[in-house]
């Protein structure tokens, strides 16, 4: 799976819009696809969860330098962002701190490991391992582990995407999950804002 993502018009208006959700940094939120409802995380309630109903669809804005994930089945999907460093306690330096996304992730096991995955995250200068495919990024390597050692996805159903770290004056990236005929159909992913979005092989 290669797993690029192409643009879509006005993706940024949609998520923000009546209809949509935006995720905020360092937090994450579940869309059912069935129900319409977004449980999520938010910086004025760190420790539950909230819900907005009647969504259909979900992204995140404003990546930036961050990392961003999404996990789709055809029934949910799942989405992060998350900046560089803000997921480390100070004793592990792989998968994510045990609550939070992660208890999510493995309450709904069964339906999510035969998803999809996309991880997009600012790249480095250096080379880039076929092997590490999110080494030079602390949000994206941890995402990558979670999703493989916690979740069990097979690596073939995750694809790294990584982009040129963006200038002060080019427009932050934004992904967006369009689920209007979803769960009918397969929501679709987008991507836009990124300098040189490219894909990089993950499973060695």
Known sequence: MDGQLGPYPGADELVKGDDGFNVDMNNWGNLDFSTKRVDYTDDEEPTGMKEKLNRTIIGTTGLASCAGVVILTQDRVVVGHYSSGCLEDGSRRDE????????????????????????????????????????????????????????????????????KPPQESEPAGSIMVDGRNSPLQMATVYAQGFQQLEAYVVNP
């Open 96 to 163: 994510l701190p045990e609550d939070g996304i992660v208890q999510h992730l493995l309450n709904n096991k069964n339906d999510l490991k035969n998803g999809r995955a996309w991880i997009i995250h600012c790249g480095s200068e250096a080379p880039i391992t076929r092997g590490a495919p999110t080494d030079d990024h602390d949000a994206g390597r941890q995402l990558y582990a979670t999703l493989t050692k916690v979740l069990e996805m097979p690596k073939e159903t995750i694809a790294v995407l990584k982009y």
